[in-house]
């Protein structure tokens, strides 16, 4: 088992940053790729990002490109998802989702998933 805890989430204004966190436990964290995903009230979730297990591939959906960077750091069982040029339309619950070796898209492919932490940007 692994558990998947966020942080970080918040309101903030259009044009703003935030930096999420999700510290995991149970297992080798070093062994698992990490997912970033999100859902609007009344949408199906998203993919916003995904990282390997050795930090080397990364993956970015396209309403983010250019303005959201995932990294991991091992030594602390942590990924992180840097959201820069905030807009309205990134309000949702973010979520951060692990699954062993290899990065995908696919958040049916994620084995173990966080409860989520609210993201509110305002206009």
């Known amino acids: 088992q692994v558990q998947l805890v966020e942080s970080g989430g918040g309101l903030v204004q259009a044009g703003g940053s935030l930096r999420l966190s999700c510290a995991a436990s149970?297992?080798?964290?070093?062994?698992?790729?990490m997912g970033w995903f999100r859902q609007a009230p009344g949408k199906e979730r998203e993919f916003v990002a995904a990282i390997s297990w050795s930090g080397g591939i990364t993956y970015y959906g396209d309403s983010v490109k250019g303005r959201f960077t995932i990294s991991r750091d091992n030594a602390k069982n942590t990924v992180y998802l840097q959201m820069k040029s905030l807009k309205p339309e990134d309000t949702a619950v973010y979520y951060c989702a692990a699954r062993l070796f290899q990065a995908v898209v696919a958040g049916s492919q994620y084995d173990y998933w966080g409860q989520g932490t609210q993201v509110t940007v305002s206009s």
């Open positions: 149970g297992r080798t964290f070093s062994n698992y790729a």
